[in-house]
């Protein structure tokens, strides 16, 4: 879990600053978010009573990261919250599915993964992240926003998740 841990704040700092270098402008949309895989992917291969040791040290890099994007402070918190839940539902409902680990072998593992990690997770976190942006009054808020942030995140999740969560059970 410490090891885990580790790669989760490292991981997710360094996706951040890839995700802001592909971030829209003006906005604060970023075509390819990485972070929010890197903790969904983290909390599927850690036994659920260390999630929140791995959601803590993804923290620290999450605020690196936001600060120095010139990002306030209750937007910097509030996307936190959005990133977070998006991981933990993912997480909750895939291994609330699944008896065992995430495999990447069978129909049912793959089709589980695709509705709630990467589509039901992202859907939902895309509401609060737009309601987030409306009350902080950070950018835009309309459709085209969340559709950007919605696929964004699909998009990491079909890419990232799968290679880690492989690697993590032995083997790719």
């Known amino acids: 879990t410490a090891l885990i841990a580790g790669l989760v704040c490292a991981g ?3 996706t951040a600053k890839i995700g802001f270098a592909f971030a ?3 906005g604060s949309v970023s075509i390819l978010w990485l972070p929010n895989s890197i903790l969904l992917a983290a909390l599927l291969i850690t036994p659920r009573r260390f999630w929140w040791i791995v959601i803590l040290s993804a923290f620290p890099a999450h605020l690196a990261a936001e600060f120095q994007s010139g990002v306030p402070t209750a937007m910097v918190l509030s996307w936190f919250v959005s990133n977070s839940l998006q991981a933990v ?3 909750l409902i895939i291994c ?3 008896d065992g680990q995430l495999l990447f072998d069978s129909f049912k593992h793959l089709a589980v993964f695709l509705a709630f990690g990467a589509f039901f997770a992202p859907f939902l976190s895309s509401f609060l992240d737009i309601a987030f942006l409306k009350l902080n009054r950070w950018g835009p808020t309309s459709w085209e926003i969340w559709r950007a942030r919605f696929l964004s995140n ?3 999740t079909l890419t990232l998740v799968p290679v880690i969560v492989t690697w993590a059970d032995g083997g790719l």
Request: aromatic share 14%; no cysteine; charged share 0%.
């Open 12 to 14: 997710y700092y360094l």
């Open 96 to 98: 609330g599915l699944l």
């Open 89 to 91: 539902v993912g997480a």
């Open 154 to 156: 699909v998009l990491a």
């Open 24 to 26: 829209l402008q003006p």
